[in-house]
């Protein structure tokens, strides 16, 4: 449950309405993340409200540090829309469903496998937010656009590429066509995945994963684009080279900009990222889903002191940089 990725909803920020924070803000209030994880994964998630996952490496640096943030954060019309208690409602719904309460986590462990909490389903909230903007339902209970005309979602989910990723998707549209969005799940193979990830002319929403890879404090591996240089106009088919979410904030790109010259992991450093996380979340510039369930089998019949849960010293993969360090860790067995 600790890959050091994160599921995501990624709009096109510089299309109408996804550029209207509240349209943005509806959307996460009416994602059920509780039936999603249930329907898609069986339940076997961790929450991740932040714009990054939670693991144990990334919790006592940029997780718990913004807990006060996420508690307090309060949208324009005085709602807050954190829910803490996000994995006691998980515990309660497997239980519901016929979960053996002896594999159910309790106290502490609930946190630490479902996460420091998500976002309130709220469909009233969201009506509410839509409202302020002129958004409302037409006679088919659907929402239209401010001008009354037909809005459908196109919401690009992988094909049979990534079937969890799939699932997923489906699962987010559903929670969405409930609350009144008509929206289509529209499966992408993954080349037009890709395309339709980096083209603006071709993004709507998408779910997706890679901006939010963040194995320790260098959340610069993932932001490092969002910079002007990757702003390109909302009509445009030429490819972006980064910066898929539409990040178009300028004081976000000037904390980039200032954190090249800083040293990585430092105080100052981490504290631009929290500043950075801060502004993605209170614009709710993408919805930050789960961390991307992942199984990582080893082997310590030659090699032993692996990345495990109860010693993760390190994303445990084999693929990205943070192998250096298991590699350097890891010790013979006599075998």
Do not use: H
């Not at 803000?25 to 991740?48: D, E, H, P, Y």
């Not at 519901?96 to 709220?122: H, N, R």
């Not at 200032?258 to 950075?276: M, Q, R, Y």
């Amino acid at each position: 449950m600790n890959d050091a990725c994160a599921y995501g909803v990624y709009f096109n920020q510089q299309k109408s309405p996804y550029d209207l924070p509240e349209v943005r803000w509806a959307l996460a209030l009416t994602t059920n993340l509780q039936q999603v994880g249930i329907s898609a994964v069986s339940g076997q998630f961790k929450a991740a409200a932040l714009p990054f996952a939670d693991t144990p490496i990334t919790d006592p640096v940029y997780y718990q540090p913004m807990l006060e943030f996420l508690n307090g954060l309060t949208l324009s019309d005085g709602y807050k829309p954190f829910d803490a208690g996000f994995g006691d409602g998980m515990v309660a719904a497997l239980k519901a469903q016929g979960t053996p309460e002896a594999d159910l986590p309790t106290g502490d462990a609930v946190k630490q496998g479902f996460g420091q909490g998500w976002w309130k389903y709220d469909p009233a909230e969201a009506e509410k937010l839509l409202a302020s903007v002129g958004i409302k339902k037409g006679a088919d209970g659907f929402y239209t656009k401010p001008d009354g005309s037909p809005w459908t979602l196109d919401f690009v989910i992988p094909a049979d590429w990534n079937k969890v990723m799939q699932r997923t998707g489906f699962s987010i549209a559903d929670s969405w066509k409930k609350a009144g969005f008509n929206v289509t799940a529209r499966q992408a193979d993954n080349g037009e995945f890709t395309t339709v990830q980096n083209t603006n002319a071709k993004l709507d929403l998408m779910v997706n994963w890679n901006m939010t890879c963040t194995y320790n404090s260098n959340w610069f591996n993932s932001w490092n684009s969002f910079s002007e240089t990757f702003v390109k106009p909302v009509d445009s088919n030429e490819a972006l080279q980064g910066n898929f979410i539409r990040v178009t904030d300028p004081e976000i790109f000037k904390l980039v900009q200032d954190s090249k010259v800083l040293e990585i992991g430092s105080e100052p450093f981490v504290a631009n990222g929290i500043e950075i996380a801060k502004k993605l979340t209170s614009g709710m510039q993408f919805i930050n889903l789960m961390n991307i369930p992942t199984t990582i089998p080893t082997n310590s019949t030659y090699w032993k002191n692996y990345p495990k849960q109860q010693n993760f010293y390190a994303a445990p993969y084999t693929w990205w940089s943070s192998f250096k360090k298991t590699i350097v860790n890891i010790e013979p067995t006599g075998k």
